[in-house]
């Protein structure tokens, strides 16, 4: 690129005149954005309804985290004894200590959500394909991150639900095949949750996971520069035929910038205000000895802890395994180009996600009553051992299931590998959220299936 040409793009972001102190400290901030976001981006990049903001707005949540966060330090004590009373003392003595804490809980939580539609919205638009595997593997560990992140802090407040939802969370973790205990009983310093467990959670959360996070986001970022900015649709490769379209690139300021402080504006008030109007929980001092009915994990596992309801543990640990696996390799099952940046690839991949969602909308709760009231593997096939009868049945019938719709979907509804494919991962992701649902709302004492209405 020629130096005059490398001069012109950068004149209307310059200040003019080069004494005055407000166009110095704008060219400041132009420069500081000019690092993060390239000089210009394609037009149709910069639709609401192309990403939804949603990759900003999780970077958005996980600053207002990191900060709010470091409020809360001032204050909060990491031991068993005064953990509990050291939150109390900031809800009702400290300044603002209250609303500080709401906003950090309800991030926290909001963030889950954010970074899983960001994923949605990735894989959807095949935001994956064209060099982006990499990104799409290391936004994975990001929400692994974001999960472990929220799970850690769970526990701080030492009140009844941090203590059982930590309890029930971790025994899930022993069920995992082979490394499970070590890995709980290295996380709560012993088998218990107990004072090795809060310090250990404390530094996980204070220390190790922001590093990790900030390493990792940084990549995430310059990797979406590295890979030629974010998906966009009409980039298609030429020799596959396709006419190329003249794409339109917008300067990053004001166009990108305005877009982002919008937003950002936007969801920094909406949460004020919900903090200011719904403060974060804080039940009774832990009690060790007196567990609630129902036990139950953080809303987040709560998916897995209904499938364990209906699997032997260690099945029910494999199965979502196993998908959480397939998702993290999805840029090698789905390699084609040509419908990158297009919602659902094309109308025949939007009506598979429609079937896919309608179809765990009925199955899951009709498999979830049958096994309930109906259906026990255990006394059908009474010469098993449990992990057979009640573990390897269920989970090669799960799979079968899995593969018996991505064929319906191929051959039955003759759509292409990638159309299936949407079709069969909106109906993972549609039947992990009834699980949760189910799981939240309509289990109550000894897990048991309750009309919450
Ligand atoms: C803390 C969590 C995360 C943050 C802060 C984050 C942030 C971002 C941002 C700002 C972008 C630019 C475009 C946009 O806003 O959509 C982006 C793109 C991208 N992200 Fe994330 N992300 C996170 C997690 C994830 C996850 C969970 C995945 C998927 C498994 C993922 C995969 C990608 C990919 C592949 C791109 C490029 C998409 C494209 O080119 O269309 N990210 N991310």
Excluded: C
Aim: net charge positive.
């Amino acid at each position: 690129m020629s130096e005059a040409r490398t001069e012109s793009w950068k004149e209307p972001l310059l200040p003019k005149a080069k004494s005055d102190d407000r166009s110095r400290m704008r060219a400041v901030a132009n420069n500081l954005i000019l690092h993060l976001h390239p000089t210009k981006v394609p037009a149709p990049a910069l639709r609401w309804s192309y990403t939804w903001g949603l990759g900003g707005i999780s970077a958005l949540l996980a600053t207002m985290l990191a900060v709010t966060g470091v409020l809360l330090m001032f204050r909060y004590d990491a031991s068993v004894e005064r953990a509990y009373t050291s939150i109390q003392y900031l809800e009702t003595q400290v300044f603002f200590g209250s609303l500080v804490r709401a906003i950090h809980h309800w991030s926290a939580n909001l963030l889950i959500i954010t970074v899983f539609l960001h994923l949605l919205r990735v894989f959807f638009t095949g935001g994956f394909k064209k060099g982006r595997a990499a990104n799409w593997i290391v936004g994975v560990t990001l929400l692994l991150l974001v999960v472990a992140f929220n799970f850690t802090g769970y526990l701080l407040p030492w009140d009844q639900l941090a203590f059982w939802a930590i309890t029930v969370g971790t025994s899930l973790l022993g069920y995992v095949p082979l490394v499970g205990t070590a890995v709980s009983n290295f996380l709560l310093a012993g088998p218990e949750v107990g004072q090795g467990a809060l310090r250990n959670f404390y530094a996980i959360h204070v220390a190790v996971l922001p590093a990790v996070l900030v390493l990792l986001m940084s990549y995430h970022f310059w990797k979406v520069r590295k890979d030629g900015g974010i998906s966009q649709p009409g980039a298609m490769p030429a020799e596959e035929g396709h006419k190329k379209l003249r794409i339109v690139r917008l300067t990053t300021i004001p166009h990108l910038v305005q877009r982002e402080l919008a937003a950002a504006l936007v969801v920094i008030a909406a949460l004020a205000l919900w903090a200011m109007l719904v403060p974060a929980p804080l039940e009774e001092l832990a009690n060790p000895a007196h567990p609630p009915n129902p036990a139950k994990a953080a809303w987040y596992f709560m998916g897995l802890q209904e499938l364990l309801l209906h699997m032997h543990p260690l099945a029910a640990m494999i199965f979502p395994g196993f998908v959480l696996l397939a998702i993290t390799l999805i840029p090698y099952w789905d390699r084609g180009e040509a419908d990158i940046g297009i919602y659902f690839r094309s109308r025949e991949g939007a009506f598979m996600a429609l079937a896919g969602a309608f179809f765990a909308l009925a199955l899951v709760p009709l498999l979830v009553l049958a096994d309930e009231y109906w259906i026990d593997l255990p006394a059908l096939l009474p010469t098993w051992p449990t992990i057979l009868s009640n573990g390897l049945v269920p989970l090669l019938l799960s799979l079968a299931g899995l593969a018996i719709i991505y064929f319906i979907m191929r051959v039955g509804a003759r759509t292409n590998h990638a159309e299936s494919l949407v079709g069969l991962f909106t109906f993972v992701v549609v039947s992990f959220i009834v699980l949760t649902i189910i799981g939240v709302f309509f289990r109550g004492a000894n897990m048991a299936l309750i009309n919450p209405f």
